[in-house]
């Protein structure tokens, strides 16, 4: 089956630590995407990414990092940098940039403790 | 900045009427829109998407757009409880990946 897989599901994380987030689809898309996803909040953009080897900063991009070095895989760093990094994470992918749909993964929920 | 506005509600409809979901955004260039449907603590789901003035049906759906008023709606017909959700409205314009609203958290009563 074509789709986007997250893991962990869960994730825990240490103060002072860095985290990476997993993300891979097998819908031969070209761009991918991270959101942020706080209680009763919206998805808020972190970083994208139209092609491989190339990615761009989202709104809220401090204290976070991404790559691409393949067309299916995007993962996300969250570094000891993001001061407040509990929250949920959502990864997207659609074909191209413009006038076209993100399908999501299931998510990260990201817990500091 | 671009935003994309929804009324966080609840909004609450007895089972089998009519829903109506609101959005409105500010960037004129936007020009696809999206809604998803939210349960909670799931990813979204992508329930339709409209590109031209006027109505587009999906089954229990019906997604309307008025770019003159920057305004885009989503209609539930016959709600179901099944429909209890938040429901988020996104754009997309020429050169920026899809903004989202905070969404509207529908409530449907049995």
């Known amino acids: 089956d074509g789709g986007i897989t997250q893991s962990p599901k869960y994730l825990f994380r240490k103060e002072g630590q860095n985290v990476t987030l997993s993300c891979e689809q097998n819908?031969?898309?070209?761009?991918m995407y991270w959101y942020r996803q706080d209680p009763g909040q919206g998805l808020r953009l972190i970083y994208y990414?139209?092609?491989?080897?190339?990615?761009q900063k989202g709104d809220i991009a401090e204290g976070y990092s991404v790559s691409r070095e393949k067309k299916e895989s995007f993962p996300l760093t969250v570094t000891s940098a993001q001061k407040n990094p509990t929250a949920f994470y959502l990864c997207?992918?659609?074909?191209?940039?413009?006038?076209?749909?993100?399908?999501f993964g299931q998510g990260t929920r990201l817990t500091v403790v | 900045q671009k935003e994309v506005e929804q009324n966080s509600g609840p909004l609450s409809v007895p089972e089998g009427a009519i829903a109506s979901l609101n959005c409105t955004y500010s960037?004129?260039?936007?020009?696809?829109f999206f809604w998803y449907r939210q349960y909670s603590g799931k990813s979204p789901e992508l329930i339709m998407f409209?590109?031209?003035?006027g109505d587009k049906e999906d089954g229990r759906f019906t997604a309307q757009l008025n770019k003159a008023s920057q305004y885009v709606s989503l209609l539930i017909r016959d709600s179901q409880p099944s429909d209890s959700a938040t429901y988020l409205c996104?754009?997309?314009?020429?050169?920026?990946?899809?903004?989202f609203g905070k969404g509207t958290r529908l409530s449907v009563i049995a």
């Open positions: 997207a992918s659609s074909e191209g940039l413009w006038n076209t749909e993100a399908f």
């Open positions: 819908l031969n898309h070209d761009a």
């Open positions: 990414s139209q092609i491989v080897n190339d990615f």
């Open positions: 960037d004129r260039g936007s020009q696809s």
């Open positions: 409209i590109y031209s003035n």
């Open positions: 996104g754009t997309l314009s020429g050169n920026t990946p899809l903004v």
